[in-house]
């Protein structure tokens, strides 16, 4: 009986009652500081263009910062999003706080599910955030209703939708810079 991990056909085992979208230490070590924080200032950026005027334009700052929040916790955090959030308001010149409270509110759960996210591939983690990135949006369209004395409808949904719809694109593109580096550790070993 072959007590390696891997069978004679070269192809790892699974445990038993282990889901295939399990895949437990997916990358060696952390992002460096410098790409996460220049990945942030990069789509801040471009969050600064008028293409977010249009309402079901997904919010790609909170999808890096929640992304940057669950796989690089101790470098991202709250005080990151709702400084972003407060630069957001302040460029839209609406309510002050209204990004700030949302950006914040997915940060949290960013930072309370990132162990469990970082067990599961990017499409189940995108299933798993795209609650958070509701309620949060839900919570902050609630308030802004209440203030102007209508409900501003439904449309915002899409832009819930399309945010979490990019969580695995996002996730490929900003992990591509550590398989490079975990590749040539894998090689040189």
Request: aromatic share 12%; hydrophobic share 50%; net charge positive.
């Amino acid at each position: 009986m072959d007590r390696t991990n891997q069978p004679s056909s070269g192809q790892p085992r699974r445990r038993l009652g282990t889901p295939s979208n399990v895949h437990p230490e997916r990358l060696s070590g952390p992002a460096h500081g410098v790409f996460v924080w220049g990945t942030i200032l990069l789509v801040w950026l471009v969050s600064l263009l008028p293409w977010r005027l249009w309402q079901g334009a997904p919010d790609v700052l909170i999808l890096i910062i929640a992304f940057w929040c669950v796989h690089e916790p101790r470098r991202v955090g709250l005080f990151t999003a709702f400084f972003f959030g407060l630069l957001m308001d302040v460029h839209d010149a609406g309510l002050l706080g209204e990004h700030a409270l949302s950006y914040t509110l997915v940060a949290y759960g960013a930072v309370v599910l990132h162990r469990r996210l970082q067990r599961f591939d990017l499409w189940s983690q995108a299933m798993h955030m795209l609650p958070v990135f509701l309620i949060a949006r839900f919570l902050t369209q609630i308030i802004h209703a209440w203030l102007a004395g209508k409900w501003p409808g439904w449309d915002w949904g899409v832009s819930v939708a399309i945010t979490a719809a990019l969580w695995p694109l996002a996730g490929w593109v900003l992990h591509l810079p550590q398989r490079g580096a975990d590749d040539a550790e894998s090689s040189s070993a």
